[in-house]
């Protein structure tokens, strides 16, 4: 079940995750190999969503041609030179709009907006946003590697300055960390409370 989603409730919503995506990066050798017949090498992909043909129209745009469900289904490939990095995108079938990736269904590939997927964040809650963020601001502060640094139930208050950082920039990150902590936690007791009623009592949370 999806990040947010409270237990028991229906789902009506599809999700990215649920969905195997092809990025574009993957096909940027395309631009200059040979035309003809290729494969996509992938284990959760089936064999009419990895076979492929690379042909190119009269303008020069090379284009890849997967054939599913005994359909034709054209993508595009569109190289962005107005950037350092020369982006590739590919587009949708269905829109021809330009993306970073599309995703396989039964029948097709096609862009998130013309499938009706979700991102799973679309469905946090308040408190679980805030836990992103939190961790979020934590990492950039002390790094990926720290030591408990995903656990909410340890505080950043008593976490030293890392080195060569002022003394002021460190406390100005660290105290707003420990403001976010204590809205996180004044959303939790609120929810504990709302599932377990009086047999949680505040001292037992964290943060008061």
Known sequence: ???????GRKQTRAYTGEYHRINARIFKPLLTNPLGNYSLDSEYLDNEHSKLKLSENKNGIRYLTFTINHKPHHIALKLD??????KLYITCPYCQGQRQHLYAIKYAYGCRKCIGLHYATQSERPQERLMRRIRKLRKDLWGYDWPDVNNMFERVIYWPK?????????????????????????????????????????SELPIK
């Open 1 to 7: 079940m999806p990040k947010g989603q409270h237990f």
């Open 81 to 86: 030179n107005r950037s350092a990095s020369n």
């Open 162 to 202: 890392p080195k060569w950082m002022r003394w002021k920039t460190f406390e100005q990150r660290r105290n707003k960390i420990i403001e976010l902590e204590k809205t996180y936690w004044a959303l939790a007791a609120q929810q504990l409370k709302n599932t377990f009623g009086n047999y949680l009592s505040n």
